[in-house]
């Protein structure tokens, strides 16, 4: 039973466990989704910003490389004008695509731009000083240059708004992935101790039952052992009288007779007198030897034994024993039940000094009962005791003087609830003591 309870604390504690850790994982696998998602924002957003700065020194660079080019014409210098003609279109062609990028009319590989209402309606108005930029920038008249002056510092402000509107939005994204770690960060915890309250302290209180079930499991086997090693010694020393003591008191009684028929009739009363005295010594000494080793009860049955009890008590004893008995039962309970009655009388007997003893076996309310009352001293209470493995403190249950209980009563009372019965005893309304032991029936046959 021990190893049973042990797989199955096992089990039911692993599939806790592994619940628990279960929880735990999905929730770190979820908080780490999304927390990548927000870091990815984050790079992406870097990117565009760093595009839109790259943006505004382009327009500015458009400008130099432009005047540049109209200073390198002017000079009659060719080379140096076809040069500066090659840069002035290169860095066009660069700020037209960033442009295009920017907006979103061209797919920026690796950035993903997708600009907000506040951004998208910025570049909306941006779009009137671009086009003018670009068309100076594309024109050769005389005015090109000053025109491309004049539209630059409108652009360059309108870029600067469009990059400080990146960068807002960007730190609201940055703010709102920090807000995001600390509710993440609080379901966890929460998880952890919604998991405390409702699956480790669960798992905690039922494997500290397990381990107290094992302990008293351990101490029942322990009980059992020691109650079959005391009956086995009982019923040892019952064969003992009986085939020893009792042989040899039966040849001493033929001896006497023997001896009574061959001395004259002057000695002969004395020589029946001690026959007398011999047969009554073995007649004793099987009654008691009866009481430690019994009939079968598995082979006999509980009510024969018990009868054979009440008389055996009834000869060794010289008091009014008998067994009321109306009941028969399973075998199995049989020895127990035999033990708790056989204490049950020797402690009428030893503490109670009863002079009458009744043993009744019945059934009651599909249920049996076993009760031995008496007559003699027992405790000075006003009512019997009905409490399951109650004992009141004085009394003729093997309590000792102090009342505290005894080796009897734990014996009666662990035998009853090996049976899964209950053990009951207290004094009687009309007098006299009773012990009676409840246990359900398998099988019984009312008398």
């Given at each position: 039973?021990?190893e049973?309870l042990?797989?199955?604390a ?6 806790r466990?592994?619940f628990?850790?279960a929880?735990?994982a999905a929730l770190t ?5 999304v927390i ?11 990117a565009?910003?760093?595009?839109a ?19 390198a014409?002017?000079?009659g ?6 040069a ?6 290169r ?7 960033a ?14 731009i997708d600009?907000?209402?506040?951004v998208?309606?910025?570049f ?10 670009r068309?100076a920038a ?6 090109a240059?000053a025109?491309?002056?004049t ?6 402000g309108?870029m ?7 960068q ?10 920090m807000r995001?770690?600390?509710?993440l ?6 998880a952890?101790l919604v ?11 039922w494997?500290r039952?397990a381990?107290g079930?094992?302990?008293r ?6 009980i059992?052992?020691?109650l ?6 009982a019923?040892?020393?019952?064969y003992d ?7 040899a ?5 033929l001896q ?6 061959a ?30 080793a019994p009939?079968?009860v ?18 060794a ?9 109306s ?5 199995d309970s049989?020895?127990?039940l035999?033990?708790?009655a ?38 000075a ?6 409490a399951?493995?109650?004992v009141?403190?004085g009394?003729?249950i093997?309590?000792?003087?102090n009342?505290?209980?005894?080796v ?16 009951s005893?207290?004094?009687?309304r009309?007098?006299g003591w009773r012990?009676?032991?409840r ?5 019984s046959?009312a008398?």
């Open positions: 039973m021990p049973r042990d797989r199955v096992t089990r039911f504690l692993t599939r466990y592994l628990a850790l929880i735990v696998v979820a908080a780490l989704a990548q998602h927000h870091l990815s924002r984050q790079r992406h957003d870097a565009v910003i760093n595009l700065g790259r943006q505004r020194m382009l327009s500015q660079e458009l400008v130099k490389a432009e005047l540049a080019r109209r200073y014409s002017q000079s210098d060719a080379v140096q004008a076809e500066r003609g090659a840069e002035a279109t860095v066009l062609d660069e700020w037209t695509g442009h295009a990028r920017l907006t979103g009319d061209v797919g920026l590989t690796g950035v993903g600009n907000s209402a506040a998208a309606s910025a909306a108005d941006l779009e009137p000083s671009f086009a003018r930029m068309s594309l024109a050769s008249d005389d005015g240059i025109r491309l002056l539209v630059e510092r409108d652009y360059l309108r600067n708004a469009i990059v400080g509107l990146y807002e939005e960007a730190a609201a994204r940055v703010n709102a992935t995001l770690e600390l509710w960060c609080g379901v966890v915890l929460a952890l998991e405390a309250l409702f699956v480790f302290r669960p798992a905690v209180r494997l039952a381990i079930d094992q302990e499991l351990r101490e029942q086997e322990a059992n052992r020691e079959t090693v005391a009956t086995d010694v019923r040892g020393i019952g009288l009986h085939d020893g003591v009792g042989q008191l039966t040849a001493l009684t006497a007779k023997l001896v009574e028929r001395v004259p009739e002057a000695i002969a009363p004395r020589i029946a007198a001690l026959r007398e005295g011999i047969a009554e010594a073995l007649a004793q000494t099987r009654a008691a030897a009866a009481c430690l009939i079968d598995r082979v006999d049955g509980l009510p024969t034994a018990l009868k054979r009890l009440a008389d055996a008590t009834s000869l004893a010289g008091i009014d024993c008998r067994a009321d008995c009941a028969d039962l399973l075998p049989g020895d127990d035999y033990r708790i056989q204490e049950a009388v020797a402690n009428a007997m030893r503490h109670g000094r009863a002079r009458s003893i009744v043993i009744s076996l019945h059934c009651e309310h599909n249920a049996g009962v076993l009760a031995v009352q008496d007559d003699g001293a027992g405790g209470v006003e009512s019997p005791v009905t399951a493995t109650s009141p403190v009394g003729n093997d309590s000792g003087a009342g505290a209980d005894g009897g009563m734990r014996s009666m009372r662990h035998r009853a609830e090996r049976i899964g019965g209950s053990l005893a207290g004094a009687r009309e007098g012990v009676e032991c246990f359900p029936l398998a099988r046959v008398g």
